[in-house]
C-alpha cells in the first residue's frame, strides 16, 4: 500500500543528468508535485533528498562518473541512507555485479547482464502488476532492456515477467530494468518518493 505523502513540495530530487533520459524523470517528479533538478556535478549530491540513476548507455554513464569523480560522493549519498532509484543503464550501474563487465557500485545485491531483451528494435511494452499497489496494471516499456539475473536474499522482488525480476527494492535502493518515465503514469516515481520521505 502507498502511503500519502504530505509534504512531497517539500522534497528534491535530483537526476543523474550526464546522459540519458534524464529530463523524462524530472517531468515525472514534478507531476508528481516534488522539486527536481538536473544534477551535473558531484556537490550537487548533498543538496538533495534523493536520486535517479537514469536509462541510456551505461558504458558511457560509467566513464562519465569516473571522469567527474562521482563515485566517492555516490558511495557518501548512498551510505547516508538516501534514497537512490536507477532505470534500466542506472540499474546496470548500481547493482553489485554485472556480467561480464568490471563496473557495478554494489548499492543492491543482485547479478545483472546488459541488453538481455535484445537490440533497440527489440523494445517492447508490457503491462505488469505492482508489488505494493493492487490497482490497475503498469505499462512497463523495454529498451535495451537489462535482465536481473539473480538477487540475495534481502532483495524485496515488486514486479516480474515470465520469472524474470523486472521492479524490486533493497533497503534505500529501487531498480528497474524498463523505463517509467516514458508513459504518464507516476505511481512508481511516487512510491519512491515515499522512499525518500521514509529515508
Known sequence: MVVIIKNKELIRVGVLALQGAFREHINCIKKCGADAVEIKFPYQLKEIDGLIIPGGES???????????????????????????????????????VANEDF???????????????????????YISLGFNGGEKFKAIFIRAPKILSAGPDVDILSEIKDNIILASQGNVLVSTFHPELQDDTRIHEYFLNMIEKS
Open 104 to 126: 557495478g557500485l554494489g548499492y543492491i545485491d543482485v547479478e545483472v547482464a546488459r541488453n538481455s531483451y535484445g537490440r533497440q528494435i527489440d523494445s517492447f511494452e508490457e
Open 59 to 97: 558504458t558511457t554513464i560509467n566513464k562519465l562518473i569516473k571522469k567527474y569523480d562521482f563515485k566517492p560522493y555516490l558511495d557518501e549519498f548512498y551510505k547516508s541512507g538516501k534514497a537512490i532509484y536507477g532505470t534500466c543503464a542506472g540499474l546496470i550501474l548500481i547493482a553489485k555485479k
